[in-house]
């Protein structure tokens, strides 16, 4: 079987509602996440937004992807992301960062992910800006991963994956290569 590819998506105000805030405030019809202020009027200088914790619903087979997100960073202003992962959703990795680079992952169109590829991940949005009247703004995260070999019930609808054996079709059953992008 080939891999079933799948898309973990985040954007609503009630997607981001119950992951921990420090620092951060989500807006109320948008969703989207942005620096506090500490005085009704300025900024403040750092904030970070942790999800909950998301089940990507395979114990096995699975490969993280890449990281995106859509984000407004007006001139002095940052996001950086951190992910941490578990097996059992008790015992996490510490939050790292992007270990090809030694850095966060900063590429908001697509990082690659490099923690360690398992069921439950969580991940850290860092905000900060070196101007109290201007905040970063993230409106949305996609985490994309891959479940090699998965096997769905008829009965049930998968809406975070996608299956390129029903998209596709080879009459002579020679070798088919796919280039799929997200």
């Keep these: 079987r080939l891999p079933t590819y799948?898309?973990?998506?985040?954007?609503?105000?009630s997607?981001?509602?119950?992951?921990?805030q420090s620092k951060v405030n989500i807006?109320?019809?948008s969703g989207n996440?942005?620096?506090?202020?500490?005085?009704?009027?300025n900024?403040?200088?750092?904030?970070?937004?942790?999800?909950?914790?998301?089940d990507l619903g395979a114990s096995s087979n699975l490969t993280l992807l890449n990281i995106s997100w859509?984000?407004?960073?007006?001139?002095?202003?940052?996001?950086?992301?951190?992910?941490?992962?578990?097996?059992?959703?008790?015992?996490?990795?510490?939050?790292?960062?992007?270990?090809?680079?030694?850095?966060?992952?900063?590429?908001?169109s697509g990082s690659v992910i490099t923690?360690?590829?398992?069921?439950?991940?969580?991940?850290?949005?860092?905000?900060?800006?070196?101007?109290?009247?201007?905040t970063p703004i993230i409106e949305d995260v996609m985490i994309t991963y891959k479940i090699a070999n998965f096997v769905g019930r008829e009965d049930t609808i998968y809406l975070n994956y996608l299956d390129l054996d029903n998209f596709f079709s080879d009459p002579?059953?020679?070798?088919?290569?796919?280039n799929a992008s997200l």
């Design 15 to 20: 997607d981001f509602a119950s992951g921990n």
């Design 172 to 178: 002579d059953s020679d070798a088919v290569a796919y």
């Design 115 to 134: 923690a360690n590829s398992n069921r439950y991940v969580q991940y850290k949005a860092i905000l900060q800006s070196n101007n109290s009247n201007t």
């Design 70 to 108: 859509t984000e407004i960073t007006p001139q002095n202003t940052t996001i950086l992301f951190q992910m941490r992962t578990s097996r059992d959703n008790s015992t996490f990795t510490d939050f790292e960062s992007n270990t090809s680079n030694t850095s966060n992952y900063t590429n908001a």
């Design 43 to 54: 900024y403040l200088s750092q904030g970070n937004f942790t999800s909950t914790v998301i």
């Design 6 to 13: 799948c898309i973990a998506n985040f954007s609503a105000q």
């Design 27 to 29: 807006t109320a019809q």
């Design 33 to 41: 996440i942005t620096l506090a202020r500490y005085d009704g009027t």
